[in-house]
């Protein structure tokens, strides 16, 4: 199953002591990896779109068009979302185990990291690991498929026998779809023989 990415952004309310009015401020901040997505901010009156790490804008209330956005110092962004930015979620870990050629073996160095990928898990109390199969480009886009999934599966089986929950795994697989190293099709390429397991 596929996730779907969200922007990350902050929201405040500053509420009036009079009850009678109120300010939201919104700023879009990167996603833990760097990456920034977009939001768009609307109401009754109009709306405005942010694609840029740290601008922000304000609604005053709903019958005023949101203004126009505009960038926030990161440091006044830690001043007045503090709270927010504790508990966001830590950004998830990633690794990658790497396997024999046309086959759902592990290369002795990967099993080797099989440890710190349960250690990591524990670590967290996780109960949201991704384990996504990948081959390289070479042989039948079917069979790549299913080499794929037997390899993710391997993976999960081994971390099952090492104590992690079943279902705390989600098995998915690529195929040649999505390699690591990009090659013309049929060719062998070790680093795109591959699981990736992400831990949330």
Same mark, same amino acid.
């Given at each position: 199953? =596929?996730?779907?990415?969200?922007?990350?952004?902050?929201?405040?309310?500053?509420?009036?002591?009079?009850?009678?009015?109120?300010?939201?401020?919104?700023?879009?901040?990167?996603?833990?990896?760097?990456?920034?997505?977009?939001?768009?901010?609307?109401?009754?009156?109009?709306?405005?779109?942010?694609?840029?790490?740290?601008?922000?804008?304000?609604?005053?209330?709903?019958?005023?068009?949101?203004?126009?956005?505009?960038?926030?110092?990161?440091? =006044?962004?830690?001043?007045?979302?503090?709270?927010?930015?504790?508990?966001?979620?830590?950004?998830?870990?990633?690794?990658?185990?790497?396997?024999?050629?046309?086959?759902?073996?592990?290369?002795?160095?990967?099993?080797?990291?099989?440890?710190?990928?349960?250690?990591?898990?524990?670590?967290?109390?996780?109960?949201?690991?991704?384990?996504?199969?990948?081959?390289?480009?070479?042989?039948? =886009?079917?069979?790549?498929?299913?080499?794929?999934?037997?390899?993710?599966?391997?993976?999960?089986?081994?971390?099952?026998?090492?104590?992690?929950?079943?279902?705390?795994?989600?098995?998915?697989?690529?195929?040649?779809?999505?390699?690591?190293?990009?090659?013309?099709?049929?060719?062998?390429?070790?680093?795109?023989?591959?699981?990736?397991?992400?831990?949330?």
């Amino acid at each position: 199953m =596929k996730k779907k990415r969200v922007a990350l952004f902050l929201f405040l309310l500053f509420a009036g002591f009079s009850g009678c009015s109120s300010k939201h401020i919104i700023v879009l901040v990167p996603d833990p990896d760097g990456s920034t997505g977009r939001i768009v901010v609307s109401n009754q009156a109009g709306s405005v779109e942010i694609d840029t790490p740290y601008q922000a804008t304000n609604i005053q209330d709903n019958n005023t068009i949101p203004a126009h956005p505009t960038p926030m110092d990161k440091d =006044k962004i830690n001043a007045i979302f503090a709270e927010a930015l504790a508990i966001q979620p830590t950004a998830p870990i990633h690794f990658l185990l790497y396997f024999e050629n046309d086959m759902a073996t592990l290369h002795s160095g990967s099993l080797s990291v099989l440890p710190k990928i349960v250690e990591t898990i524990i670590a967290r109390n996780s109960v949201d690991i991704s384990i996504i199969g990948h081959t390289d480009t070479t042989g039948d =886009k079917n069979y790549n498929l299913k080499l794929s999934t037997r390899r993710a599966e391997s993976v999960s089986r081994l971390l099952i026998e090492r104590g992690i929950k079943p279902e705390y795994l989600e098995i998915s697989s690529h195929g040649k779809e999505n390699p690591l190293i990009r090659t013309e099709d049929n060719v062998s390429e070790p680093r795109n023989r591959r699981v990736e397991v992400v831990v949330r």
